[in-house]
């Protein structure tokens, strides 16, 4: 049974930091391509980054590629999501995303999710 567990999310003050975790069980982890993507309020769900098998090749969308940053832990079967200098616009469900696609940035490829995490940056 395929799992994602993402956590590290929370209420946070704009300005600060935070660090997203997705652990992943189920699958051979170091075979997938992981992804971040968020659902704001009253908006559609949008991709926010991308690492493919063994964190070679990373994308960020441009709205935060300034101050967010992915990577993986292939040992640990985790990916992050580092996000600095949060903006109230950031507040969202961030849900952690596994494709078997080497690559991808498109939610269409991506075959398992995990249930989110809730930020919330006050202003």
């Known amino acids: 049974q395929v799992q994602l567990v993402e956590s590290g999310g929370g209420l946070v003050q704009a300005g600060d930091s935070l660090r997203l975790s997705c652990a992943v069980s189920g699958l051979q982890f170091n075979r997938y391509a992981m992804g971040w993507f968020r659902q704001r309020p009253e908006k559609e769900r949008e991709f926010v980054a991308a690492?493919?098998?063994?964190?070679?090749?990373?994308k960020i969308a441009d709205f935060v590629k300034d101050r967010f940053a992915i990577s993986r832990d292939d040992g640990r079967s985790t990916v992050y999501l580092q996000m600095n200098s949060l903006k109230p616009e950031d507040t969202a469900v961030y849900y952690c995303a596994a494709s078997s696609q080497r690559f991808s940035m498109y939610d269409s490829t991506f075959d398992s999710w995990g249930q989110g995490t809730q930020v919330t940056v006050s202003s």
């Open positions: 690492i493919s098998w063994h964190g070679g090749t990373s």
